[in-house]
């Protein structure tokens, strides 16, 4: 996995002040670089747009404005912004509505120290971490959204963009579910390469997150050999 050589930035979004600042006091041991934290939704949404972090870790349950809201709010924001879920809930209902609402994960608060710094690590990234046995869910939920009448707003369009042959492979992959380090290993190229092959797509498609572009692909077929 490529390594960033800048600190990454990191926002806590807990309602529960021993938590967040345990997780936050963990992060921040860790080299990651604590740019904010907040008690609950409104103030989340003001101090992340202020203090514009690389990850969001965010619980769900929070006062004044529901984590999922903060989510989507976030994100129509700053495309470029991870969500990192994490939340007591393993609820599968939870689960879709984060991801629906743009969250690039969705981790149990029963996760170790170390799983959780990984997960924010690689959800710097841009892989989609998620507490084992969530990820199989989600994947289903994408196919199950797929296969309703709800194109993405290029689906038919005669000047669709193409894309080139490597796009398409690396689109393919990410539609079964492999993170970008697994088809780095696959495809024998780099983390880094395949970030940018996945960015690029976004943009050729005007799409804005991984949750669209796995859709896009599973309508068209491309999760299927």
């Known amino acids: 996995m490529t390594q960033r050589r800048d600190p990454i930035k990191v926002m806590v979004v807990d309602d529960h002040p021993m938590w967040r600042d345990a997780v936050a006091r ?24 202020a203090a514009a972090p690389d990850v969001l870790v965010l ?7 529901p984590g999922v809201q903060v989510c989507k709010e976030l994100v129509a924001h700053n495309p470029a912004l991870r969500v990192l879920v994490l939340s007591a809930s393993g609820e599968h209902a939870d689960v879709l509505e984060a991801v629906k609402s743009g969250a690039t994960g969705y981790l149990l608060k029963s996760a170790s120290t170390a799983e959780l710094l990984d997960a924010v ?17 989600v994947l289903g939920e994408y196919r199950r959204l797929a296969a309703e009448p709800a194109p993405a707003p ?24 492999l993170s970008y380090k ?7 190229i780099s983390h880094r390469t395949v970030q940018n092959h996945v960015q690029n797509t976004l943009g050729k498609l005007q799409l804005h997150n991984r949750v669209e572009l796995v859709r896009y692909a599973i309508e068209r077929g491309l999760d299927e050999e």
């Open 26 to 49: 963990d992060l921040a041991e860790s080299g990651f670089e604590l740019v904010a934290t907040a008690g609950d939704g409104d103030q989340a949404v003001r101090r992340a747009k």
């Open 59 to 65: 619980d769900l349950n929070l006062p004044a404005r």
């Open 182 to 188: 697994q088809i780095a290993e696959r495809l024998v």
């Open 121 to 137: 690590r690689r959800t710097a990234v841009g892989d989609a971490v998620f507490t084992p046995g969530l990820a199989g869910l």
């Open 154 to 177: 290029d689906a038919g369009r005669p000047g669709a963009p193409r894309l080139t042959e490597r796009e398409t492979e690396v689109l393919r992959l990410v539609a079964k579910g």
